[in-house]
Every structure is written in C-alpha cells, then in structure tokens.
C-alpha cells in the first residue's frame, strides 16, 4: 500500500495472485500493461472525484479496474456519481485513440499495440456492465436513484447484482459440464463480485443511516435552488422507518400525515422526521 496524494493506493490480493502466475508464465510485460491501463482508468475516477468536490480516500487495484472509498457527506449527486463513473472508461476511449494513431504512423510495435487497444476494449466494456461495484452498476444506480426512493435503490441494485454475479460464477463453471476446464478468471471475477455485493446488501442499514445523516445538503440545495419540496403523504400509523425509505436522493421532502378520516392533520418537514429516528 502507498500513499499518493493523500489517496491509498493498494493491490487487491486477486491482482496480486494474477501477478505471481504472470511472473511464472512469462507474462510479466502483458499484466504490467494491464497495471498500467487500470491505473489510468482509475486515475480517471481520481480525477472526477476531486473536479467534483468530493475526497477520495483510498483506490484498490483489481485486474479489470478497481474500488474507489469516497467521503460522500451529501456532495455526491446523482448526476455527479455518473459523470465519476463515466470518467474511467473515458480513459481507456482515450488511450485506445492513441494507440491507433500510433498504428496509423506505423510508430511502434504493431502486435504491442493490438494487445494494447484490445485490453483497453476488454477493461471499458466489461467496466460498463450494470453490476455493482462495476462502473456500469454505479451509473444504473445512480439513474434510478432519480426515479425511486433510495433504500429501493440499493436494495434492488444489490439483488440484482448478486444474481449477475451467481451467472457469472456459472458460466465460469459451464465447461466442467462438458469435460473441459474451467474459466479461472472468470471465476475469480465472478467470486469477488459475488463477495463484494454480498456485503454491500449486509450493510445496507449502514449505508441508509450514512444517506440520511448526509441529508443536510439536501435541504440547503432546496433553499439555495427555491426547489418545490417532494409530498410524501402518509397514515398516523406508518411506521417512522418505512417512511424514511420513502425519501429520494436529489429531493427534499414534506410529510403530509392523515388521519384515519383521511384529513391532514400535520405537515412535517424531512429534518423532524430524521431528528427523531436518530432521538435526538
């Protein structure tokens, strides 16, 4: 692990596994190339992350791109969360652009640079499936975090991330079925997706308490934006947690509370509600 500036930049212990096969197999310059393309890919999130005013505190390396941990403390929009999450693929765009310029003047090795341009491919358009915690399961995400409330957002992105990530293991797996052997690295990706998102959902509360704790921002983007404040409408009798899993990300909200006769008895703004959940 290393520190640059201020960001700790780390191996994730599959990349490592894949670097002492690589040393082993004489392909230490093709994983040093992959090293190199994912780091730059990741330097692309960096980058946005920064731009965007949110802190990175630390970058994990994995063979196919990596895990940015970022301090959301209600900076991070949704359309801000793309626009990081499209950064990385961005970057292999660019260098695979580069890499057929340098084809097209016939400047450098021409095989070198085949294998360049197709890692880049391989790295971009694998990072673009909606799978958490892909580049493509964050930009799914955060777009339906536009249409539904949040808690429903990460519980439901999460499933099915789970569950893409069981058919990956399985595909990874099909060949046995006939005989030949397995997809190893597929495997190995299908596994740590799978690990990954498994807890990604056991933290879920956790990062549904960090969400309304960080709900501050929102209401001072309403006063600033003269934004209309979203209705939530609900009984005496709903429980004060099912109605916190009603907010959504970009919105702040007013909670209409009826009686059983159907009349509004009492308009409450999102900050009592999430006063008193907290018991303060």
Request: proline residues 4%; hydrophobic residues 55%.
């Amino acid at each position: 692990m290393i520190r640059l500036c201020g960001i700790e930049l780390s191996l994730h212990p599959l990349f490592v596994l894949i670097l002492m096969v690589s040393v082993l197999t004489g392909q230490f310059l093709e994983l040093l190339t992959l090293f190199l393309i994912v780091f730059i890919h990741e330097l692309g999130h960096v980058c946005a992350a920064l731009l965007a005013g949110i802190n990175v505190r630390s970058v994990e390396l994995l063979p196919f791109g990596g895990v940015a941990v970022i301090e959301d403390h209600g900076r991070l929009t949704a359309v801000r969360e793309i626009g990081i999450a499209l950064a990385g693929p961005l970057q292999n765009g660019i260098m695979i652009l580069m890499a057929l310029a340098l084809k097209q003047v016939e400047y450098g090795n021409i095989a070198y640079l085949d294998y360049f341009i197709g890692a880049n491919a391989m790295i971009a358009l694998f990072n673009l499936l909606p799978v958490l915690p892909l580049d493509g399961g964050k930009i799914l995400q955060a777009a339906l975090s536009l249409l539904l409330p949040y808690y429903y957002t990460l519980l439901w992105t999460g499933r099915v991330s789970i569950a893409a990530s069981l058919l990956v293991i399985g595909y990874a797996l099909l060949p046995l079925g006939n005989g030949d052997g397995l997809r190893l690295n597929l495997l190995m990706i299908g596994a740590f997706l799978l690990y990954s998102n498994w807890t990604d959902q056991r933290n879920l509360p956790y990062r549904f308490v960090g969400f309304l704790m960080n709900r501050e921002r929102i209401y001072e983007r309403y006063l600033v934006a003269e934004n209309i404040a979203r209705p939530i409408v609900a009984s005496l009798a709903k429980p004060l947690d099912e109605i916190l899993r009603l907010f959504k990300r970009n919105h702040y909200h007013y909670i209409y509370v009826m009686n059983n006769d159907r009349d509004i008895v009492a308009v409450v703004p999102e900050q009592r509600l999430i006063a008193s959940y907290f018991g303060k």
